[in-house]
């Protein structure tokens, strides 16, 4: 028989592999302590919740330019409000950034061990993903440089890196940004930046700021506690946000959204209160960790709300991760991104953490 004729997606997206986001249920259905996708153990701003009671009726279209909430960012930060772009989460402007630069024939650079959306986003316009080599499970400033072609459009960074958690100073930064070519566009993913000492802010927003080929992200689904709202923005010079605003979602950012992140971005006690709570647990549980190395756990050093812990002696990330789940935690195992044995787990409240750490003892 013939086939019956259909549309073909294009061989490029027949080449794309669907996320694979956390899981908040074992495979029975039991719910669990999720510990697998980033959020925030404390909720959401009680501020932020009463405004999205508030929020204008879900009958009317939201404000397309969400201009209340781009100004306060800009506010926040010391933007101009012109100069910022939303994102239906700020993976929807990974997307819009790289279907806006690259194409069939381009390279989308970005690191091994790096987010694993940026594979995904790479495909789906089309262009050639390359993975250059991690050092020490995080981004290598020299290696990515170094894999530079006439052919490279778009680095994607993330800073702190998920899934490990590493960090590169300002200095490396700057250092990236200085060694690529004009017009290549360096997108510097700051997804976990309020969990990071503000003393150590990376520069990514003020490269953004005095740079024509510099993209800075943030999203408000993590310390801002929002997962579930998708909010998301970015950065750079007009032409690059101007570009990015002709193509990104019309009303992309739903009245709720708008409303409950305005007034999230208002109570930035929440948020300093995540990140010390996170450095602090984060502190305690990679201790603990750290304490089994002689049964060849090993955490890998983090300044964002998760630690990457290996397994390098007995225990394997697979028997781990099945020890934690059938305990009631479920943490992400990644075999798929060649970790097999490793687990990156959130920081959630302390009673968890020191549950799972007394897991991992129990199984090493
Ligand atoms: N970048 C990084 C590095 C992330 O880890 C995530 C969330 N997992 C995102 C971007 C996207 O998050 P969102 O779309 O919720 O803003």
Same mark, same amino acid.
């Given at each position: 028989d013939?086939?019956?004729?259909?549309?073909r997606?294009?061989?490029?997206?027949?080449a794309?592999?669907a996320?694979?986001?956390?899981?908040?249920? +074992? @495979?029975? +259905?039991?719910?669990?302590?999720?510990l697998?996708?980033?959020?925030n153990?404390?909720?959401?701003?009680?501020?932020?919740?009463?405004?999205?009671?508030k929020a204008?009726a879900?009958?009317?279209?939201p404000d397309?330019?969400s201009?209340a909430?781009?100004?306060?960012?800009?506010?926040? &930060? +010391?933007?101009d409000?012109?100069?910022?772009?939303m994102?239906?989460?700020?993976?929807?402007?990974? &997307?819009? /950034?790289?279907?806006a630069f690259?194409g069939?024939?381009d390279?989308?650079?970005? #690191?091994?061990?790096?987010?694993?959306?940026?594979e995904?986003v790479a495909?789906?316009?089309?262009?050639e993903?390359?993975e250059?080599?991690?050092?020490?499970?995080? =981004?290598?400033?020299t290696?990515?440089?170094?894999?530079?072609t006439?052919q490279?459009?778009?680095?994607?960074v993330a =800073?702190?890196?998920?899934p490990?958690?590493?960090?590169?100073?300002? !200095?490396?930064?700057?250092r990236? &940004?200085?060694g690529?070519?004009?017009?290549?566009?360096l997108?510097?993913?700051?997804?976990?930046?309020?969990?990071?000492d503000?003393?150590?802010? @990376?520069?990514?927003?003020?490269?953004? !700021?005095?740079?024509?080929n510099v993209l800075?992200?943030?999203?408000?689904?993590?310390?801002?506690?929002?997962a579930g709202e998708?909010?998301?923005w970015?950065?750079? /010079?007009?032409?690059l946000?101007?570009?990015?605003?002709?193509?990104?979602?019309a $009303? =992309?950012?739903?009245n709720?959204a708008q409303?409950? !992140?305005?007034?999230?971005?208002a109570?930035?006690?929440?948020?300093t209160? #995540?990140?010390t709570?996170?450095a602090?647990?984060?502190a305690?549980?990679? !201790?603990?960790?750290?304490a089994?190395?002689n049964?060849?756990?090993r955490?890998?050093?983090?300044?964002? =709300? $998760?630690?990457?812990?290996? $397994?390098?002696?007995?225990?394997?990330?697979?028997a781990?991760?099945k020890g934690?789940?059938d305990? +009631?935690?479920?943490?992400r195992w990644?075999?798929s991104q060649?970790?097999?044995?490793a687990?990156r787990i959130?920081?959630?409240?302390?009673?968890?953490?020191d549950a799972i750490?007394?897991?991992?003892?129990e199984?090493?």
């Open positions: 013939a086939p019956c004729p259909a549309p997606p294009k061989p490029w997206i027949e794309i592999h996320y694979v986001p956390g899981k908040s249920a +074992g @495979d029975d +259905g039991r719910p669990l302590v999720k697998s996708a980033n959020e153990p404390l909720g959401t701003s009680p501020a932020a919740l009463a405004a999205r009671a204008v879900p009958s009317l279209y397309a330019d201009t909430l781009r100004e306060a960012i800009g506010r926040l &930060h +010391g933007i409000p012109a100069l910022i772009v994102g239906t989460g700020s993976g929807e402007l990974l &997307h819009t /950034a790289a279907g690259a069939p024939g390279e989308v650079l970005y #690191s091994q061990y790096a987010f694993s959306l940026y995904i495909r789906r316009c089309g262009a993903p390359v250059v080599p991690a050092k020490d499970y995080g =981004n290598d400033v290696a990515l440089l170094a894999a530079v006439p490279t459009r778009v680095v994607f =800073n702190p890196n998920n490990t958690g590493t960090f590169l100073p300002k !200095a490396e930064i700057a990236l &940004h200085a690529l070519p004009a017009d290549v566009l997108v510097l993913d700051q997804a976990y930046a309020e969990y990071v503000p003393a150590d802010d @990376d520069g990514s927003l003020e490269l953004a !700021a005095t740079h024509p800075a992200t943030r999203t408000f689904s993590k310390a801002y506690g929002l998708r909010v998301g970015g950065t750079g /010079a007009a032409p946000i101007d570009v990015l605003n002709r193509i990104r979602g $009303f =992309n950012i739903g709720s409303a409950t !992140a305005l007034a999230a971005l109570d930035q006690d929440f948020v209160h #995540s990140r709570h996170n602090g647990e984060r305690r549980f990679t !201790a603990k960790v750290e089994l190395g049964h060849g756990l955490a890998v050093p983090s300044e964002a =709300n $998760f630690v990457l812990i290996l $397994f390098e002696g007995r225990l394997s990330g697979e781990a991760y934690l789940a305990r +009631g935690y479920i943490v990644l075999p060649g970790l097999a044995q687990l959130t920081i959630g409240n302390r009673a968890d953490m750490a007394a897991i991992l003892r199984l090493a």
